[in-house]
């Protein structure tokens, strides 16, 4: 069975670009979580998706949006790069909102 | 203000011995806690939960202990193995339960097994 799949695996953007990354859930799971991961830290609650609704938003500016498709796929956006938002940007997906997340090994986003 | 933490950065612990990562949170709302454990270019993998109601869970080598009077937890290990080598990450999730708030992630412990 394949895991938690993201996409691109490495992405490099200029300060001010937009990105949009991609996450395939796990067969059968509808809720996909987003995080952020910047180095020596946790990984960060951006958004969790259940059912292609958005059930909850950590405390990220309104730069990052999110999406879920009706094939339970996810994509996050990202407008107006900063520097700051270079880290490891992590998808988790699982069955119900609350439990058994399997995170994806990530896509390592740098701004420059 | 860091409601869950993870106040060692890295622990050395010898092959075949017990290790135990600790782990402390401030947030009395949570009320779901887990370990991660995360190698170099993967993402986190779930090693073991425990729910408030309860204060202790077992799953082979791996413990997890609760102690929510001093809103502690602690993941023990035994035996060590070489293969254990990774940081660990301890999370909580909150009554508001389905995904509203997400996880809440510590810093991460670096456990090294020393031959």
């Known amino acids: 069975d394949a895991g938690v799949t993201q996409s691109p695996t490495h992405l490099i953007k200029t300060r001010g670009q937009q990105v949009t990354l991609r996450c395939s859930p796990i067969?059968?799971?509808?809720?996909v979580s987003w995080y952020q991961q910047v180095l020596g830290q946790g990984p960060q609650f951006i958004f969790q998706y259940y059912e292609k609704e958005e059930r909850g938003r950590g405390n990220f500016p309104d730069r990052f949006s999110a999406r879920q498709f009706p094939n339970y796929s996810s994509e996050l956006n990202v407008n107006a790069l900063l520097l700051g938002d270079s880290a490891l940007y992590l998808c988790?997906?699982?069955?119900?909102?609350?439990?058994?997340?399997?995170f994806g090994s990530g896509t390592r986003l740098t701004v420059v | 203000d860091q409601q869950v933490k993870q106040n060692s950065p890295s622990l050395s612990v010898q092959e075949g011995r017990i290790s135990i990562l600790n782990c402390d949170y401030t947030n009395s709302m949570f009320d779901y806690f887990l370990w991660y454990k995360k190698y170099p270019a993967e993402g986190p993998t779930f090693l073991i939960s425990i729910s408030s109601i309860k204060d202790k869970n077992e799953d082979g080598r791996f413990t997890v202990f609760l102690n929510k009077s001093a809103k502690h937890l602690s993941l023990h290990i035994v035996p060590s193995q070489p293969g254990d080598s990774a940081v660990y990450f301890c999370?909580?999730?909150?009554?508001?339960?389905?995904?509203?708030?997400?996880?809440?992630f510590g810093k991460g412990t670096h456990l090294i097994i020393q031959p």
């Open positions: 067969s059968g799971h509808k809720s």
């Open positions: 999370a909580a999730r909150g009554l508001s339960g389905g995904g509203a708030d997400g996880l809440t």
């Open positions: 988790a997906s699982s069955l119900t909102e609350a439990y058994g997340y399997t």
